[in-house]
């Protein structure tokens, strides 16, 4: 079955440092990639996408690329701010348009 | 500009005493989703509207129904409130149902149950 798999968090960071979270995904065919985040108390803002292998989504400094080979849709963004704190969500839709979400992974900014 | 608008942003019931939650959405999306969030959980989908047809998850309470009278509205009822429902409802809609459709959110409805 369709499933995503996200890296636990939380993860803690200072301003400006580097961010990777992880996200593999098992999936029949070739579904659409998605980042979603959550703000405290609010609902879920699209943060990129990607439909085919080897799409780079991006926004708001944050990348990840759809790679098939490793079935694997990282995020990464260069330079964090103390505004990035959120929950972050990985996210696939399958051939039946469902969306499949990881567990989260909660990330804190310190100044 | 808020393009799916869910009322109220935050709801308590009583145990047992039955609760609507509303979305509406300026899109003129098909496709109207309801999902329940737990604390620190990923979003679960309860069901669909496609259009006018009701899609319910298996595993979907019967505590919990839906109505679409128009294209722009859906709600969702909590029959008999337990207090293993309070949770964030999130409402959802996209395009169609294809894999290639974007699923835009609204703020949630936070219920809780006294």
């Known amino acids: 079955g369709n499933s995503v798999t996200q890296m636990e968090g939380p993860v803690t960071l200072s301003e400006e440092a580097f961010l990777t979270i992880n996200c593999t995904y098992t999936?029949?065919?070739?579904?659409?990639l998605f980042w979603y985040v959550q703000y405290p108390g609010e609902g879920l803002q699209l943060l990129l996408k990607?439909?085919?292998?080897?799409d780079k989504g991006s926004n708001k400094g944050f990348e990840a690329t759809y790679r098939k080979e490793t079935t694997s849709f990282h995020l990464e963004k260069g330079s964090v701010q103390v505004s990035d704190s959120a929950v972050y969500f990985c996210?696939?839709?399958?051939?039946?348009?469902?969306?499949?979400f990881g567990q989260g992974t909660e990330l804190s900014v310190k100044p | 500009d808020a393009m799916v608008i869910q009322n109220p942003r935050y709801q308590v019931t009583q145990f047992g005493k039955p609760v609507t939650l509303s979305c509406s959405q300026t899109l003129n999306h098909n496709v109207m989703y309801w999902y329940q969030q737990k604390s620190s959980q990923a979003p679960k989908l309860l069901f669909h509207y496609y259009d006018k047809d009701f899609n319910n998850e298996a595993d979907t309470p019967d505590n919990f129904q839906s109505r679409r009278p128009n294209t722009s509205f859906c709600f969702l009822d909590i029959r008999s409130p337990g207090l293993g429902d309070a949770a964030m409802y999130l409402c959802?809609?996209?395009?169609?149902?294809?894999?290639?459709?974007?699923?835009?959110f609204g703020a949630g409805t936070r219920l809780s149950v006294l």
């Open positions: 959802a809609t996209s395009r169609d149902g294809g894999e290639k459709n974007i699923q835009y």
């Open positions: 999936a029949t065919g070739y579904p659409s």
């Open positions: 996210a696939l839709r399958n051939q039946g348009g469902k969306l499949i």
């Open positions: 990607a439909t085919k292998a080897d």
